[in-house]
């Protein structure tokens, strides 16, 4: 899988494969799993909290979320190119 699709689909996965995840693996995934919460919940907050379809709020929030993650997880894998990890005990 290209590293764009998967910065697309996976964000933690791009950085873990193609990045330095010690250092960007956790950021990214928060705000990744954030954005999956959010349109999970904007799916279901309004038909569960008795009213009608669906809250667009949220959904926009969590797509913004993801967007985020992905842009976020593209910039660590190609700046990851450029400069390589820091591994520990090296100085």
């Avoid at 193609?18 to 999970?40: D, K, Q, S, T, Y």
């Avoid at 799916?43 to 797509?63: D, M, N, Q, T, Y």
């Amino acid at each position: 899988m290209s590293r764009n699709l998967l910065a697309l689909l996976a964000p933690p996965v791009a950085v873990c494969r193609f990045g330095c995840a010690e250092c960007m693996a956790a950021p990214v995934a928060v705000c990744w799993l954030a954005g999956i919460v959010a349109l999970g919940a904007g799916a279901l907050i309004a038909p569960l909290g008795g009213g009608e379809g669906v809250s667009w709020k949220i959904v926009a929030v969590g797509l913004v979320l993801w967007a985020t993650g992905s842009l976020w997880s593209l910039l660590a894998t190609r700046s990851s190119l450029d400069q390589p990890c820091p591994r520990p005990g090296s100085r």
